[in-house]
C-alpha cells in the first residue's frame, strides 16, 4: 500500500482545528470582541464545562470558555509514553499536608480543553440510589439535594452521548443496561472474573466505560495499547474535548485557552464577570451575566476565595464557611498478583471489568458504606512505582521484578471516604507565577475510611488468590478528588443548591465534582457530566430572569430534561437493552 487508507496526515491548516488524523474542527470558532458583555461566562472547560458549554451553546446562549491550558491538537501535542504525558495534568505548585496527604497532579486533575476526562481511565458507573441519602440512612456523611430518580435521565442521556459501552444488564444499584455493546475481555479483567466466579462474587465485563468498542460517527473504535490515561490518540475514549467541545463551536461559544481566571468580579452583591491572565500574560477582563465556576474540587474553592472582597472577606459564596471543606478523594488500593502465565495488563483499556457487590452498607460491617473492585493496567513507569512501594524493590531488585512486568495482574479497590469538615482546601501563603495564592490542601483519614481500606484489600487479595496468583502485595494510595463546594438544600452547611446556584450570588453558579456531598465508590465522571447536563437545563428554562438585572428571580424551579441538546449523532442510537 503507497498511501495510507484516509491519505497523508494533514497539518494544522488556517481555520481548522485536527484533534486527530480523522476527526477535527474544520469551522471557524467564534470570537466575542474584548469589551463585549457575553451570557455566559464558564471556568474550566473539563469534564463539566464541556458539558454545559455544548448545551448553553446550542440553545443560543453567547457563551465564552475560560481554560488555563492549552486547546489540544491531539495528533500533535499528545504522545504514547507515560513520562512524556505529564503536560496533561495540572503540575502547578500545590501545597498538600495532614496526617494523610494526598497526592496531587496526574491522579485527580488535568490542564488543558476537556480538563482531567482527558486522562480518566474512562469508568463510567453510576451513582447507587443510597449514595443520596447516606445520613438519613446511615448515620454519617450528608444527604445530598436530590434524589437518584431525579439525576436518571441525565445518566441515561449522558451514556449516549458519551457514549458507555457496556453489559446488557447491570446488577448493582438501580440495575440497568447499556446501549453498545461491551468490550472483550483483557488478561487483568479475566483474572478478576475467574477470581469473582471461584468465590461467587457476581462481577461485569467489558464495561460501564467510557470507550468505544466499535467506530462512532467520526471516532474511531478502540484499539486495545493500553495508553487510556495518557491521552487517547486514537479518538475511541471519551473527553469532552472530543465529544461535546466541538459541537460548542459549532454553535457559536468561544474558547479562550492558555487564559488563568484570577479571580471573579463583584459589584452591588452581583458577579459581572472574571479578570484572567490572557496567553502573553497580560490582564484582561471579560463580563459576563453569569458565571459558572467549573475548576474542579482544587482550583473552584481556590478561586473562589482568591476573589475574597468587600461584602465577601471570606471568599464569595462562603457565608456558610464551607467553601473548600468537606473535601474528598477515593480509596484507591491497588492490589498486584503475580502468575504463572503471561497477563500483559497493557493488552486491554485499564477500565473493563467491576464488581460492585460489596458497594453498600453491610450491617455486618464495623463501617458504613463500601468498596468496589476494578480493574487496573498500569503501564512500566506506574508499575515500577508501585513495586517500589509494595516490595521495597531497588536496584537489581527492581530489575527483576521489571522483565515480569507481563506475568502481573492489578485490581484497584475503590472504596467510599466519607465528607469529613477537616480535609479541606485552603489558601497557602505561597504564590504561583500569576501571582495568586496557591491552594493548601489538608488531608485526614477516619476510623471508618481506614476500616473500609483494610476489607478492600483483604477482599482483593482473596479475589487473586483464587484466580491462581503466586504472590499478592499491595500500595496504599487515592483516586478520584471531588468535594469542596458541596450542594445542600441549607445555605448554612452549604456552599449551592442542587443545580449549582451558589446561595449568596444568584447570577454565580459552581459546576463540576466539587459539588458532591458525597461520593460512593463509582467513578465520578459520569455524575459530574450529568449534572452538567441538568445545570444547563435550569439554565435555559430560566434565562429570562438570570440573564436579567434581578437574577435572583426564578421562574422555573423544576426544569425538564431536554433531550433535543445531545451533540449531533448522539441521540436516539445503539440497541435497545432490556432490564
Known amino acids: 500500500m503507497k498511501k495510507p487508507i484516509l491519505g497523508a496526515f494533514e497539518g494544522p491548516k488556517p481555520g481548522k482545528h485536527m484533534l486527530g488524523p480523522v476527526q477535527k474542527i474544520d469551522f471557524p470558532m467564534h470570537h466575542f470582541a474584548p469589551d463585549e458583555e457575553v451570557d455566559v461566562c464558564i471556568v474550566g472547560v473539563g469534564s463539566a464545562g464541556g458539558v454545559l458549554i455544548q448545551r448553553l451553546a446550542r440553545a443560543g446562549f453567547r457563551v465564552v470558555g475560560m481554560e488555563a491550558g492549552p486547546f489540544w491538537e491531539t495528533e500533535r501535542d499528545w504522545v504514547s509514553d507515560e513520562a512524556g504525558s505529564s503536560k496533561l495534568y495540572w503540575n502547578d505548585l500545590r501545597i498538600t499536608g495532614g496526617k494523610d496527604p494526598i497526592t496531587l497532579g496526574a491522579n485527580n486533575s488535568g490542564h488543558g480543553v476537556g480538563g482531567g476526562s482527558v486522562h480518566w481511565a474512562g469508568f463510567t458507573p453510576r451513582f447507587h440510589p443510597s449514595d443520596f441519602h447516606v445520613l438519613s440512612s446511615d448515620g454519617m456523611g450528608a444527604d ?46 479475566d483474572v478478576l472474573v475467574k477470581g469473582c466466579t471461584k468465590l461467587g462474587i457476581p462481577v461485569v465485563a467489558g464495561g460501564p466505560v467510557a470507550i468505544l468498542a466499535g467506530s462512532h460517527g467520526d471516532r474511531q473504535h478502540c484499539i486495545y495499547r493500553g495508553f487510556c490515561i495518557q491521552g487517547c490518540k486514537v479518538g475511541a475514549k471519551q473527553s469532552t474535548l472530543i465529544s461535546h467541545v466541538p459541537d460548542a463551536i459549532r454553535h457559536g461559544a468561544e474558547i479562550r485557552a492558555n487564559c488563568m481566571v484570577s479571580r471573579i468580579n463583584m459589584k452591588n452583591g452581583r458577579t459581572t464577570g472574571v479578570t484572567y491572565f490572557d496567553p502573553d500574560g497580560h490582564e484582561r477582563e471579560l463580563k459576563a451575566k453569569v458565571v459558572i465556576v467549573s475548576g474542579y474540587a482544587i482550583e473552584t474553592p481556590r478561586l473562589l476565595l482568591n476573589s475574597a472582597c468587600p461584602g465577601f472577606e471570606q471568599g464569595l459564596a462562603n457565608s456558610s464557611g464551607t467553601v473548600g471543606k468537606y473535601l474528598m478523594v477515593q480509596i484507591g488500593n491497588v492490589v498486584l ?9 497493557y493488552k486491554a483499556p485499564p477500565a473493563h471489568a467491576l464488581t460492585e457487590e460489596f458497594y ?62 477537616d480535609n479541606r482546601v ?13 491552594a493548601k490542601v489538608t488531608f485526614n483519614l477516619h476510623d471508618n475510611d481506614k476500616k473500609i481500606a483494610q476489607a478492600g484489600v483483604k477482599k482483593t487479595t482473596e479475589v487473586m488468590q483464587a484466580a491462581g496468583a503466586q504472590e499478592v502485595v499491595q500500595e496504599s494510595r487515592y483516586a478520584h478528588l471531588v468535594g469542596g463546594a458541596r450542594m445542600g438544600s441549607d445555605p448554612s452547611t452549604s456552599v449551592a443548591n442542587s443545580f449549582g446556584r451558589t446561595h449568596d450570588i444568584p447570577n454565580l453558579f459552581v459546576c463540576d465534582g466539587s459539588l458532591l456531598p458525597t461520593q460512593g465508590s463509582a467513578n465520578p465522571g459520569l455524575t459530574i457530566q450529568a449534572l452538567a447536563a441538568r445545570t444547563a437545563d435550569y439554565l435555559i428554562s430560566n434565562a429570562g430572569d438570570v440573564l436579567s438585572s434581578h437574577p435572583e428571580r426564578i421562574s422555573v424551579t423544576d426544569p425538564p430534561v431536554r433531550r433535543n441538546l445531545s451533540p449531533a449523532g448522539t441521540a436516539n442510537k445503539g440497541v435497545p437493552r432490556l432490564v
Open 144 to 189: 445530598w439535594p436530590i434524589s437518584y430518580e431525579e439525576l436518571k435521565p441525565y445518566y441515561e442521556l449522558l451514556e449516549a452521548e458519551i457514549p458507555v459501552s457496556g453489559p446488557a444488564y447491570y446488577p448493582w444499584g438501580d440495575p440497568h443496561g447499556y446501549i453498545y455493546g461491551p468490550h472483550p475481555l483483557g488478561g487483568v479483567g
Open 337 to 345: 498478583g503475580r502468575f504463572e502465565d503471561p497477563i500483559r495488563m
Open 360 to 421: 453498600e452498607t453491610n450491617p455486618k460491617n464495623d463501617f458504613i458504606r463500601g468498596f468496589a473492585i476494578q480493574t487496573v493496567g498500569p503501564l512500566p513507569i506506574a508499575f515500577a512505582k508501585q513495586m517500589l512501594v509494595a516490595k521495597g524493590a531497588w536496584g537489581w531488585g527492581m530489575r527483576r521484578v521489571m522483565m515480569d512486568y507481563n506475568h502481573w495482574a492489578a485490581l484497584g479497590v475503590l472504596g467510599e471516604i466519607l465528607p469529613w469538615e
Open 426 to 438: 485552603e489558601l497557602a501563603d505561597e504564590t504561583d507565577q500569576f501571582g495568586l495564592r496557591v
